[in-house]
């Protein structure tokens, strides 16, 4: 049973910086690409940022571009996700997703290509 743990979620003022961090366990992580995505109560999840299972590629929602930064570590098992220059905006729960496709050579924004959630962590960006 493949699972994904997120955490280092809180509560942040704006122009500060937060780091998630994503465990995965059960599958082999280093095969498959890695997403972070947010949701907002009553909004739809929207795509944040996706790195390639070889963490050469990248690939960021245009309004995290430039603040936030994709990364893993396959020894560790575990993809970040760097913010900075927060905004009250990203205020969300913020989800870590696996790609279903293994070694797969596109990253993809929509949620329905990801087959493994994490449980969400909450980022409370104050103004």
Not at 33 to 58: C, H, L, N, Y
Request: proline share 2%; glycine share 10%.
């Amino acid at each position: 049973q493949v699972q994904l743990v997120e955490s280092g979620g809180g509560l942040v003022q704006a122009w500060g910086s937060l780091r998630l961090s994503c465990t995965a366990s059960g599958r082999t992580f280093s095969s498959f690409a890695m997403g972070w995505f947010r949701q907002t109560p009553g909004k739809e999840r929207e795509f944040v940022a996706a790195i390639k299972w070889s963490g050469d590629t990248t690939y960021y929602a245009d309004s995290v571009k430039g603040r936030f930064t994709i990364s893993r570590d396959n020894a560790k098992n575990t993809v970040y996700l760097q913010m900075n220059s927060l905004k009250p905006e990203d205020t969300a729960v913020y989800y870590c997703a696996q790609d279903h496709v293994m070694y797969g050579n596109r990253l993809s924004s929509v949620s329905t290509e990801y087959d493994v959630w994490g449980q969400g962590t909450q980022v409370t960006v104050s103004s």
